[in-house]
């Protein structure tokens, strides 16, 4: 049977309660997030951060549907992700998801505009060009991702995850090994893209700093919210109240 994933709207209400997700079993279990509660609405950047094995890459693989939580309710509007079958979660990834990961996953052998273009399957005419200048790119649609800096090269990955206007963006520790300044950068260019879009996007990192881009800031230790805050609009960099 074809399971329905409910879509509303152009944005999407992300909400998770009560999340637990427990690996192994026995003595060897691991206890990843204990009780973990969020909530990320259109238009918001969502940071979740703590130190190394807080379950910051546990929650999110939780929220996007690429795991499943041993305990808990992960809703994206009228869809409970729970209740999905592999296929159907699948489905919901591909459709409405968007993913920015420390590799990039671009093609060496295709140009920023045709790995943008290959992310969005048949994204509407303008549409390309339209992603890669709000990342900064523009003018570099023929270039190849071995002629782009690091920096670039996340901004590129950046824009293949907007091309297909996913309802939720997920990033998990996407700066890589570029440094603490490259993961600012991205932490600002997703601000930027949330404002523009109007898209809710969620930030797993290890760096504090990412916290002044943010609408709500999720701090994980040992599987548990140790704290959970609003940042008001007039205090992030470079946005007016």
């Given at each position: 049977?074809?399971?329905?994933?409910?879509?509303?709207?152009?944005?999407?209400?992300?909400?998770?309660?009560?999340?637990?997700?427990?690996?192994?079993?026995?003595?060897?279990?691991?206890?990843?997030?204990?009780?973990?509660?969020?909530?990320?609405?259109?238009?918001?950047?969502?940071?979740?951060?703590?130190?190394?094995?807080?379950?910051?890459?546990?929650?999110?693989?939780?929220?996007?549907?690429?795991?499943?939580?041993?305990?808990?309710?992960?809703?994206?509007?009228?869809?409970?992700?729970?209740?999905?079958?592999?296929?159907?979660?699948?489905?919901?990834?591909?459709?409405?998801?968007?993913?920015?990961?420390?590799?990039?996953?671009?093609?060496?052998?295709?140009?920023?505009?045709?790995?943008?273009?290959?992310?969005?399957?048949?994204?509407?005419?303008?549409?390309?060009?339209?992603?890669?200048?709000?990342?900064?790119?523009?003018?570099?649609?023929?270039?190849?991702?071995?002629?782009?800096?690091?920096?670039?090269?996340?901004?590129?990955?950046?824009?293949?995850?907007?091309?297909?206007?996913?309802?939720?963006?997920?990033?998990?520790?996407?700066?890589?090994?570029?440094?603490?300044?490259?993961?600012?950068?991205?932490?600002?260019?997703?601000?930027t893209a949330v404002d523009t879009e109007g898209r809710a996007c969620v930030l797993a990192t290890a760096d504090p700093a990412a916290a002044?881009?943010?609408?709500?800031?999720?701090?994980?230790?040992?599987?548990?919210?140790?704290?959970?805050?609003?940042?008001?609009?007039?205090?992030?960099?470079?946005?007016?109240?």
């Amino acid at each position: 049977m074809t399971q329905t994933v409910e879509r509303i709207g152009t944005g999407t209400t992300l909400r998770a309660q009560d999340l637990h997700r427990t690996y192994g079993s026995g003595g060897a279990a691991v206890r990843a997030l204990r009780g973990v509660s969020v909530e990320a609405a259109p238009g918001t950047l969502t940071v979740v951060t703590g130190p190394s094995g807080s379950g910051k890459t546990a929650l999110l693989h939780c929220l996007a549907g690429l795991d499943r939580p041993t305990r808990g309710s992960v809703r994206w509007d009228g869809t409970e992700l729970t209740r999905l079958s592999d296929r159907g979660l699948a489905e919901l990834r591909r459709t409405r998801a968007g993913f920015v990961s420390p590799a990039f996953n671009l093609v060496p052998t295709l140009t920023a505009a045709e790995n943008v273009a290959r992310a969005g399957g048949r994204p509407e005419p303008g549409r390309v060009r339209e992603v890669l200048a709000l990342v900064g790119l523009a003018g570099c649609e023929r270039q190849r991702p071995g002629r782009l800096c690091g920096e670039r090269q996340q901004r590129l990955a950046v824009a293949c995850a907007l091309v297909s206007r996913p309802d939720v963006l997920f990033a998990d520790e996407p700066a890589g090994a570029l440094g603490p300044a490259a993961g600012r950068a991205l932490a600002a260019l997703l601000r930027t893209a949330v404002d523009t879009e109007g898209r809710a996007c969620v930030l797993a990192t290890a760096d504090p700093a990412a916290a002044a881009y943010a609408d709500r800031v999720l701090v994980l230790a040992g599987g548990l919210v140790v704290d959970d805050r609003l940042r008001p609009a007039a205090a992030h960099p470079g946005r007016a109240a």
